[in-house]
């Protein structure tokens, strides 16, 4: 070899020592490295976007980004645990992602429609080998129903949760004791954690073997999702991420809990940012290819909306849109943690959050509008002002209505006082409203059922088959969307808390009467005594039953009706017990009273408000 070849050879060496120096990614050229987003773009966003918000805001946090096929972030930030220092890693910390866990549900359902194991139409009770449950459905219901939220089942929260893995049931026993439809299969949308588990169990049914063994052998093994899985064990529990409490820097740690239902297809998966990143992949390029092609795409388009224009529901995944950017995806909520995992079809791009903290709620919808906003900002909406429609206007929508999302047969039927789920929707001009939901905001009919704002939200209406309106589909970016109905003034929730007072202040004066009757004249008959004391129980009562309502922390629902108030919900029982032998010996004397009439009057109106509100043991 001359001596100029071997200069050129060691030339070309230390060239090449200089690229993988200054380049060592190139080296082992990672997924990450890939993207078209630029790596360093999106890390710094990041960066930039939890700087000021780690410790102030939430304790910490994971985030995924996947583009074009490959993983473009994935990082960890602050802690997964404060007290043991652990950090955030997106590979190693384990998260509970609530109800995201309905997207792993849903693309298990369409496994089985792929093989003809399902139909989309057809009555689940078919799929159903348990007696009982099969007697529970008394109408017609389709996996269709279930996967777009239109079963008909209540919500549930109280009693979701148990303390310890040994309190769960399994799926079957948990759907019989606590799962049962409302209203109607298909009358309306309402948002149904009860209808994805009754799927998931759907699913274990027709698979014949436990939800999670299927997710395992169908989902997760063939996507490599190595850290995800729907059953809970001990040792997983030391492995998840601690969920907090508070804000500005001052955290208190919840204490550990499991949902009541083993396996929990409607959120209970227990995964990692990594894992996720795989999952998201799966359904932004179709490969590897869990479902046909066809069937991601029925998925991800639009099943339910009152308006086609109006971002509604495909098959699990809820339609949005920010800055004219179209998403798909879904929000996880448990106490203590906030994620969300949206996917931009069109841009092959999707971003997957994870926060172990409450406060974490509205800092996912701002993380995903600055995303949006910083590398797509070229598709920001920026239509012009909705022109009124000019032909038929709608009739006056203006009235009160009610969000859809509630429980009528348990005490969780309480929350409509405690926490009004009733929005105000007033006509300011022929065809222009406003909406308290979106305060400022001025929606202009531009169809014959449909009302728009300036910024990009939509009221859209739904005509019953007299042509009369009673629903609402609202929709915002930021709340996604909700279905309200029209009610009246008496079932308003300020109509029956100003009951509740009315009937506190009766009480308390029949209460009084009943000292002063004692003070003028010794009781003659043991019953005198009798309705005294009725009317002092509810008193008792009433006190006892507010006073735990604002001592006892909401995190306590999740594992049922608290102990103190299971006793107190016991006392209108004993007094109205009372008042019935009260009636009884009182009727028997002939003699006219007032403070009886009055009292026991009272006492059986307010009983009937008690049972109206589930408030009775």
């Known amino acids: 070899m001359s001596k100029q070849n071997k200069l050129l050879i060691w030339i070309a060496h230390v060239w090449t020592c200089f690229l993988l120096a200054l380049f060592p990614c190139a080296a082992n050229a990672s997924e990450m490295s890939k993207s078209n987003l630029p790596a360093q773009n999106i890390e710094g966003f990041a960066d930039a976007f939890f700087r000021?918000?780690?410790?102030?805001q939430i304790p910490g946090a994971i985030v995924v980004v996947v583009e074009d096929g490959h993983i473009a972030l994935k990082k960890g930030y602050g802690f997964a645990d404060v007290e043991k220092n652990r950090r955030m890693d997106p590979e190693k910390t384990w998260f509970p992602v609530g109800s995201i866990s309905k997207l792993f549900t849903a693309t298990a359902a369409m496994q089985l429609y792929d093989k003809g194991l399902v139909g989309l139409e057809g009555d689940v009770n078919q799929y159903v080998q348990d007696a009982?449950?099969?007697?529970?459905?008394?109408?017609?219901?389709?996996?269709?129903?279930?996967?777009?939220?239109?079963?008909?089942?209540?919500?549930?929260?109280l009693g979701a949760?148990?303390?310890?893995?040994?309190?769960?049931?399994?799926?079957?026993?948990?759907?019989?004791?606590?799962?049962?439809p409302i209203r109607p299969p298909g009358q309306e949308m309402m948002y149904d954690n009860s209808g994805m588990q009754f799927l998931g169990y759907v699913v274990e049914s027709v698979a014949k073997m436990p939800f999670n063994?299927?997710?395992?052998?169908?989902v997760f093994k063939p996507l490599n999702m190595r850290t995800s899985t729907f059953r809970a064990t001990p040792d997983l529990l030391t492995k998840i991420a601690t969920g907090y409490q508070g804000s500005n820097g001052i955290y208190k740690p919840y204490p550990t809990y499991v949902l009541k239902s083993q396996d929990a297809p409607q959120g209970g998966l227990l995964t990692t940012g990594a894992d996720i990143a795989r999952f998201m992949l799966s359904h932004l390029e179709q490969t590897p290819e869990i479902l046909k092609k066809e069937t991601y795409e029925l998925m991800h388009r639009q099943q339910y909306s009152y308006d086609h224009r109006v971002p509604g529901v495909g098959y699990g995944f809820w339609q949005n849109r920010w800055n004219g950017v179209d998403a798909i995806g879904h929000n996880?909520?448990?106490?203590?943690?906030?994620s969300a995992m949206w996917l931009l079809p069109d841009k092959h791009a999707g971003l997957f959050v994870a926060i172990n903290g409450d406060s974490g709620a509205e800092l996912r919808n701002e993380l995903m509008n600055a995303f949006i906003t910083t590398f797509y900002s070229e598709e920001k909406d920026l239509s012009k002002p909705a022109s009124l429609f000019q032909g038929d206007a709608l009739p006056d929508l203006s009235g009160t209505y009610r969000y859809n999302r509630y429980t009528e047969?348990?005490?969780?039927?309480?929350?409509?006082?405690?926490?009004?789920?009733?929005?105000?929707?007033?006509?300011?001009?022929?065809?222009?409203?406003?909406?308290?939901?979106?305060?400022?905001?001025?929606?202009?009919?531009?169809?014959?059922?449909?009302?728009?704002?300036?910024?990009?939200?939509?009221?859209?209406?739904?005509?019953?088959?007299?042509g009369e309106i009673r629903s609402l589909q609202l929709y915002s970016h930021l709340t996604g969307s909700i279905i309200v109905n029209k009610i009246t003034w008496f079932e308003s929730a300020t109509f029956h808390l100003f009951l509740f007072a009315v009937f506190s202040c009766l009480f308390l004066i029949l209460t009084l009467w009943g000292i002063a009757k004692f003070i003028k004249r010794k009781p003659r008959q043991p019953f005198d005594l009798f309705i005294w004391i009725a009317n002092v129980l509810h008193l008792v009562f009433i006190a006892g039953l507010v006073g735990s309502i604002a001592s006892i922390p909401s995190f306590e629902y999740e594992f049922g009706i608290p102990k103190p108030i299971t006793s107190i919900l016991t006392i209108p029982l004993i007094a109205l017990s009372l008042s019935v032998i009260t009636s009884l010996l009182w009727l028997k004397t002939r003699k006219k009273s007032g403070y009886y009439f009055f009292s026991i009057t009272l006492q059986v109106c307010f009983f009937v408000f008690l049972s109206y509100w589930r408030l009775l043991p």
């Open 52 to 56: 000021d918000r780690l410790q102030k």
């Open 132 to 157: 009982d449950i099969k007697a529970m459905l008394n109408q017609p219901l389709t996996v269709h129903h279930l996967l777009t939220h239109t079963g008909g089942f209540g919500d549930r929260n």
């Open 161 to 180: 949760a148990v303390r310890e893995l040994r309190d769960q049931l399994p799926l079957r026993e948990d759907i019989k004791q606590h799962v049962a």
């Open 409 to 466: 047969h348990t005490f969780e039927k309480l929350n409509l006082l405690l926490s009004p789920k009733e929005i105000k929707v007033n006509m300011i001009d022929q065809g222009e409203y406003n909406v308290n939901l979106f305060p400022d905001q001025r929606f202009r009919q531009i169809d014959s059922s449909l009302l728009k704002s300036d910024e990009g939200n939509y009221v859209a209406v739904k005509r019953e088959n007299n």
């Open 332 to 338: 996880g909520d448990l106490p203590g943690f906030r």
């Open 213 to 218: 063994d299927y997710m395992t052998n169908h």
